[in-house]
């Protein structure tokens, strides 16, 4: 078998793909094993990271993509820009914190909001 056949079987897609390139690479480069079994698995990785976030973006389902950037602090008081100064530093997601966002009546999915709100953190 080759390479990209046992790509193919083990389900490696980057490596099926930059197989060739990872070679090259490692022979220019004067890689020894370790560091070129490290580059090729770190590559697949990669792919296989950004390639589960596209798909959890993608089964979400979200309507309109939105950005903490392009969110209008100005109709707010002091008091709630803080604490989207604090939110968009994303320190809760490092100390395992949840967030709940609540908004006006029609601001989401009623049913959605009901299940949040009957979950216990």
């Known amino acids: 078998m080759t390479i990209q056949e046992y790509a193919v079987q083990l389900k490696l897609p980057y490596i099926k793909i930059h197989s060739k390139e990872l070679i090259d690479e490692a022979i220019h480069t004067k890689l020894s094993y370790e560091e070129f079994l490290e580059m090729y698995l770190s590559r697949e990785y990669e792919l296989r990271k950004n390639n589960g976030i596209k ?35 994303l320190r809760f997601i490092e100390n395992k914190e949840n967030v709940i966002l609540i908004g006006t009546p029609g601001s989401g999915n009623y049913q959605k909001k009901n299940i949040i709100e009957r979950n216990e953190f």
Do not use: Q, V, W
Request: hydrophobic share 25%; aromatic share 18%.
């Open 55 to 89: 798909t959890r973006l993608r089964n979400a389902k979200f309507p309109i993509k939105k950005y903490l950037e392009d969110f209008d602090h100005s109709k707010y008081g002091k008091e709630f820009r803080d604490k989207f100064k604090e939110l968009e530093t």
